[in-house]
T-cell receptor, first 114, second 116 residues
Framework: KAGVTQTPRYLIKTRGQQVTLSCSPISGHRSVSWYQQTPGQGLQFLFEYFSETQRNKGNFPGRFSGRQFSNSRSEMNVSTLELGDSALYLC?????????????FGQGTRLTVV | GEDVEQSLFLSVREGDSSVINCTYTDSSSTYLYWYKQEPGAGLQLLTYIFSNMDMKQDQRLTVLLNKKDKHLSLRIADTQTGDSAIYFCAESTVSYSGAGSYQLTFGKGTKLSVIP
């Protein structure tokens, strides 16, 4: 079966712009989580969606937002981009977001802000 | 707050065993995980262990958990060049915003280099 698909794979944006990243989970999975990976901070949790509802949010400013559609696809948006937003953004999907449920990660979207 | 720590680098010779160590702080963690990340790829779940277990073995992988010291280790037997990657330790933590949600808190990753 198809894995988690993230688009685009690479993105270059200018400071002040906004960006939208997309994640298509594995068919049947209803939970989607987003993580930011940077060399300095490592992997940090952004948010988690389940059945179109945001259930959990990490410690990120309000410029970071997301949503989930009825088909479980999810998007995350970053407005007013800053240089520090340059990172690999990873999406994970699972049937249910419970601690013993395997989360499958996509290959990520590498965002570069210049 | 939650914190997961692991050493940044490990170098071993092909055929030897690799041991990657991790310490965590959240005593309420129910599951602890090991993920592998190869260059240009996402994260691959290798194995996980429930917090009331001491050990879990899965083919070449052995996970040891010392809950008293909050110490987790991953042993890879007969390490191969294909095992070269970054290994992340992670713990599941409960969302304090409720709604029955968990999140993964990751360490910074240990880069394993296997020398042929």
């Amino acid at each position: 079966k198809a894995g988690v698909t993230q688009t685009p794979r690479y993105l270059i944006k200018t400071r002040g712009q906004q960006v939208t990243l997309s994640c298509s989970p594995i068919s049947g999975h209803r939970s989607v989580s987003w993580y930011q990976q940077t060399p300095g901070q490592g992997l940090q949790f952004l948010f988690e969606y389940f059945s179109e509802t945001q259930r959990n949010k990490g410690n990120f400013p309000g410029r970071f937002s997301g949503r989930q559609f009825s088909n479980s696809r999810s998007e995350m948006n970053v407005s007013t981009l800053e240089l520090g937003d340059s990172a690999l953004y990873l999406c994970a999907s699972s049937l249910e977001w419970q601690p013993n449920t395997e989360a499958f990660f996509g290959q990520g979207t590498r965002l570069t802000v210049v | 707050g939650e914190d997961v720590e692991q050493s940044l680098f490990l170098s071993v010779r092909e055929g030897d065993s690799s041991v990657i160590n991790c310490t965590y702080t959240d005593s309420s963690s129910t599951y602890l995980y090991w993920y592998k990340q190869e260059p240009g790829a996402g994260l691959q779940l290798l194995t996980y262990i429930f917090s009331n277990m001491d050990m879990k073995q899965d083919q070449r992988l052995t996970v040891l958990l010392n809950k008293k010291d909050k110490h987790l280790s991953l042993r890879i037997a007969d390490t191969q060049t294909g095992d070269s990657a970054i290994y992340f330790c992670a713990e599941s933590t409960v969302s304090y915003s409720g709604a029955g949600s968990y999140q993964l808190t990751f360490g910074k990753g240990t880069k394993l280099s296997v020398i042929p």
